[in-house]
């Protein structure tokens, strides 16, 4: 089976902090892909990052990055410098591949409120 | 910038009634999906769809639900009759295959009263 477990469920941060939040999942493929979507308070869910299990490479995008371990099944997501904007509920997601066209299989999202 | 469009952005339902919601997918995507998220909670996949037909379904899909493309641009999920617990905002997403990211249009708000 799998699954995503996002622990954090709120997370509140002044202005110009860093803040990491931690995913972890679970699945017995080898073969898979990590997401993160953001969720504003406007209600859409906005593409981020999409990584895949052979590459665990971070990766650093402007005040985002993205750490990728697969000894400890984890996908965290940092924003650094944080602003009132990143205010948002974040997911996390795992989509397994084979057979099918595998679905998207989310936490429970971390709601982030960034504070002037 | 090409975007997966829902339409209406809210629908308020009498229990029992018949709800379609329409989205028009990225153009250049064949693979196609709608998930619902109710008020707090995660988002639920519910079903995915490419080369006109159903790829796999959550066992919330049940026999009340189902998706169509009607045309070449069009892709529907209708539940035929509405229980209030369907209440939810419902996501219809798109991607170019079946292991790249899913783009997501806004969202409808149903509420069944």
């Known amino acids: 089976a799998q699954k995503v477990t996002q622990a954090q469920t709120e997370i509140s941060v002044v202005e110009k902090e860093d803040v990491t939040l931690d995913c972890v999942y679970e699945?017995?493929?080898?073969?898979?892909?990590l997401f993160w979507y953001k969720q504003p308070p406007s209600g859409e869910l906005v593409f981020l990052i999409r990584?895949?299990?052979?590459?665990?490479q971070n990766e650093i995008s402007g005040r985002y990055s993205w750490n990728f371990q697969k000894s400890t099944s984890s996908f965290n997501f940092t924003i650094t410098a944080s602003q009132v904007v990143d205010s948002a509920v974040y997911f996390c997601?795992?989509?397994?591949?084979?057979?099918?066209?595998?679905?998207?299989?989310f936490g429970k999202g971390t709601k982030l409120s960034v504070k002037p | 910038e090409p975007e997966v469009t829902q339409t209406p952005s809210h629908q308020v339902t009498q229990m029992g009634q018949e709800v379609i919601l329409r989205c028009v997918p990225i153009?250049?995507?064949?693979?196609f999906y709608w998930y619902r998220q109710i008020l707090g909670q995660k988002v639920e996949f519910l079903v995915s769809?490419?080369?006109?037909?159903?790829?796999?379904k959550s066992e919330i899909f049940d026999d009340q639900f189902s998706v169509e493309r009607p045309d070449g641009s069009n892709f529907t999920l209708k539940i035929r009759s509405t229980k209030l617990e369907d209440s939810a905002m419902y996501f219809c997403?798109?991607?170019?295959?079946?292991?790249?990211?899913?783009?997501f249009g806004q969202g409808t708000r149903l509420t069944v009263v």
């Open positions: 997403a798109s991607s170019v295959r079946g292991t790249t990211e899913a783009f």
């Open positions: 699945t017995r493929d080898t073969t898979y892909y």
């Open positions: 990584r895949n299990s052979f590459d665990e």
């Open positions: 997601a795992l989509r397994v591949y084979g057979g099918s066209q595998g679905n998207l299989i």
């Open positions: 153009s250049n995507h064949l693979y």
């Open positions: 769809f490419y080369n006109n037909e159903i790829s796999e």
